[in-house]
């Protein structure tokens, strides 16, 4: 008799603990809410919200290294550019993008020419997910209004433009950082 109430109370716990073990029910509806990069909110289940939130929180992060990136390159434009990397220019560009950007601020030195006046206005970003470049995780189309500013050098002065570019980052022991550029991606009168 004490096996057969052994082996029943066996038989109670177990059907109770494989209960908590089921397929959640496919017909359930989703109970978050959803942005895609380009589209409007839809509902999606916890693990599609998950991932969502990781890309947000990765965008996020370029966002302020390239905010960053661009108040320094302006900078060094209006300060008429540089011989050597600043300290935010080596805390937020690495590789191809490095070196891209030290040699453009050497050509702006050796050829001293000056931002004046007017604002360089980020006139929107976008992010673009699936385009990759090498080993980048993130990537942001920008537009970059400087109609409003003077360039001045050996030449006579000349109104700034309009710059379309795509920035792609990459994970470094350091954290995220601007590893590639990609310029002229079309001529545009506004960026709106």
């Not at 220019?89 to 950007?101: F, P, R």
Request: with cysteine; charged share 25%; aromatic share 8%.
């Amino acid at each position: 008799m004490a096996i057969a109430k052994s082996a029943a109370l066996f038989a109670a716990i177990t059907a109770i603990a494989l209960s908590g073990c089921t397929q959640p029910d496919p017909n359930a509806a989703p109970t978050y809410t959803c942005t895609p990069t380009t589209g409007t909110p839809q509902p999606c289940y916890k693990a599609e919200h998950d991932l969502h939130a990781k890309e947000d929180a990765l965008y996020a992060e370029a966002e302020a290294v390239y905010r960053k990136y661009i108040a320094e390159h302006v900078r060094i434009y209006r300060a008429g550019g540089a011989t050597t990397a600043s300290p935010v220019i080596l805390e937020t560009l690495t590789g191809e993008a490095l070196q891209e950007v030290l040699k453009s601020d050497r050509e702006i030195a050796a050829n001293h020419t000056r931002a004046v006046g007017g604002e360089f206005k980020i006139g929107y970003l976008r992010r673009v997910p699936r385009e990759v470049v090498g080993d980048s995780v993130a990537t942001w189309e920008s537009c970059v209004d400087a109609t409003s500013v003077t360039f001045k050098d050996d030449k006579p002065p000349r109104p700034g433009s309009i710059g379309l570019e795509r920035a792609y980052f990459s994970q470094t022991e350091e954290g995220l950082k601007i590893s590639s550029f990609a310029h002229s991606l079309g001529v545009v009168e506004s960026c709106e």
